[in-house]
């Protein structure tokens, strides 16, 4: 297997935020102990719901975020020990983010082909001509025709803004993009679209995409390789077939039943109670207080990692996992 292009080993954000004045702080667990890696050519989606730390594992993919504690590597180097200008570098040329609205993501004073030429220039790539050609071979990479260079994004549709955007991310050639919640704030009829460039870039350039999203049903589709989250925690991780198939924790079960499948027995289970905060998260695991099968000893330590014999890239943390359901095909 190639080498990760970044991989985050036992990575911890911490928020400090205000409650009640200024003298009282309290710590927002954003990210817990989280391990991750992305290579090259693969894709892998991050589910779970609103406020599990998504976003913040993708700002720490991209250099954007510093771990409070743990490692972020970038092809092999320790991210955080390097100056920030060649941490700068380095992050900028290996991974590149796209956001979940073009509209307030791309400056909408400047025309498309200043947008796209800008990281060029900046990084003084190649000759000027070479940039004005870099421009017009990244509209035709995502599908744009040459005259939407002279466009400002207010005169695009929203797909067109948004393979833009995904165009931009490309400029300096990087090895993985991040796109958090990259369609939903699309239409339905052209959310498709913009996921299928994602593939045939994935196809085209060997790119590696972390894929961000609450939905399930979407990340089924694209990923090869899904981590499911949970109040700042991976909870389970592996293979889109595995995990959507054969889901171990209890919340993965939970959140991939509301999709059935031919795999799985159609048993709809519905979490109830609130989702706690992240400021005070329960001690053990997070999830044991919306779980069934929650016991004592889950309020103790966050269980480690099982791998499945099956599939040891399959794995889950979870004290009372849940059992496989195989194919009746
Ligand atoms: N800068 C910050 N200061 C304080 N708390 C923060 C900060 N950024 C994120 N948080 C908190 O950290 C937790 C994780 O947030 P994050 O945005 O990563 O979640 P998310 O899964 O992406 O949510 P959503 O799907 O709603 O965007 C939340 O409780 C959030 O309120």
């Given at each position: 297997?190639?080498?990760?292009v970044?991989?985050?080993e036992?990575?911890?954000?911490?928020?400090?935020?205000?409650?009640?004045?200024?003298i009282?702080?309290?710590?927002?667990?954003?990210?817990?102990?989280?391990?991750?890696?992305v290579r090259?050519?693969?894709?892998?989606?991050?589910?779970?719901?609103?406020?599990?730390?998504?976003?913040?594992?993708?700002?720490?993919v991209?250099?954007?975020?510093?771990?409070t504690?743990?490692?972020?590597?970038?092809?092999?180097?320790?991210?955080?020990?390097?100056?920030a200008?060649?941490?700068?570098?380095?992050?900028?040329?290996?991974?590149?983010?796209?956001?979940?609205d073009?509209?307030?993501?791309?400056?909408?004073?400047?025309?498309?082909?200043?947008?796209?030429?800008?990281?060029?220039?900046?990084?003084r790539?190649?000759?000027?001509?070479?940039?004005?050609?870099?421009?017009?071979?990244?509209?035709?990479?995502?599908?744009?025709?040459?005259?939407?260079?002279?466009?400002?994004?207010g005169?695009?549709?929203?797909?067109?803004?948004?393979?833009?955007?995904?165009?931009?991310?490309?400029?300096?050639?990087?090895?993985?993009?991040?796109?958090?919640?990259?369609?939903?704030?699309?239409?339905?009829?052209?959310?498709?679209?913009?996921?299928?460039?994602l593939?045939?870039?994935?196809?085209?350039?060997?790119?590696?995409?972390?894929?961000?999203?609450?939905d399930?049903?979407?990340?089924?589709?694209?990923?090869?390789?899904?981590?499911?989250?949970?109040?700042?925690?991976?909870?389970?991780?592996?293979?889109?077939?595995?995990?959507?198939?054969?889901a171990?924790?209890?919340?993965?079960?939970?959140?991939?039943?509301?999709?059935?499948?031919?795999?799985?027995?159609?048993?709809?289970?519905?979490?109830?109670?609130?989702?706690p905060?992240?400021?005070?998260?329960?001690s053990?695991?997070?999830?044991?207080t919306?779980?069934?099968?929650?016991?004592?000893?889950?309020?103790?330590?966050?269980?480690s990692?099982?791998?499945?014999?099956?599939?040891?890239?399959?794995?889950?943390?979870?004290?009372?996992?849940?059992?496989?359901?195989?194919?009746?095909?």
């Amino acid at each position: 297997m190639t080498e990760p292009v970044v991989s985050l080993e036992h990575v911890h954000v911490v928020h400090t935020a205000r409650s009640g004045g200024l003298i009282h702080r309290d710590k927002v667990h954003a990210l817990s102990d989280a391990t991750v890696s992305v290579r090259r050519g693969e894709i892998l989606g991050v589910v779970g719901e609103s406020g599990c730390g998504k976003s913040t594992l993708a700002k720490v993919v991209v250099g954007l975020q510093a771990p409070t504690s743990g490692t972020v590597r970038f092809r092999g180097e320790d991210l955080w020990t390097l100056p920030a200008k060649r941490r700068r570098r380095e992050a900028g040329a290996a991974v590149a983010m796209v956001f979940q609205d073009a509209s307030t993501a791309l400056n909408p004073r400047l025309p498309v082909r200043r947008i796209l030429r800008d990281p060029l220039d900046v990084h003084r790539r190649g000759t000027p001509r070479q940039r004005e050609e870099r421009v017009r071979d990244l509209l035709d990479l995502v599908g744009l025709p040459g005259h939407v260079a002279a466009a400002l994004p207010g005169q695009l549709s929203g797909g067109q803004r948004q393979r833009v955007a995904v165009a931009r991310a490309l400029t300096l050639e990087p090895d993985v993009i991040v796109a958090d919640e990259p369609t939903s704030a699309l239409d339905v009829s052209v959310r498709a679209q913009v996921l299928n460039l994602l593939l045939d870039l994935r196809t085209e350039l060997g790119l590696g995409l972390v894929f961000i999203s609450h939905d399930i049903q979407t990340v089924r589709y694209l990923a090869d390789r899904i981590a499911v989250m949970y109040l700042g925690r991976v909870v389970e991780e592996g293979p889109t077939a595995e995990v959507a198939g054969h889901a171990r924790h209890p919340y993965t079960r939970a959140l991939f039943s509301a999709t059935p499948s031919l795999l799985d027995d159609g048993e709809r289970i519905v979490l109830t109670g609130p989702v706690p905060s992240a400021t005070h998260p329960p001690s053990g695991c997070p999830f044991r207080t919306r779980c069934w099968k929650a016991s004592d000893a889950c309020a103790a330590e966050f269980p480690s990692a099982t791998h499945a014999e099956a599939d040891p890239a399959h794995s889950w943390h979870c004290l009372h996992p849940e059992t496989p359901v195989r194919s009746v095909l």
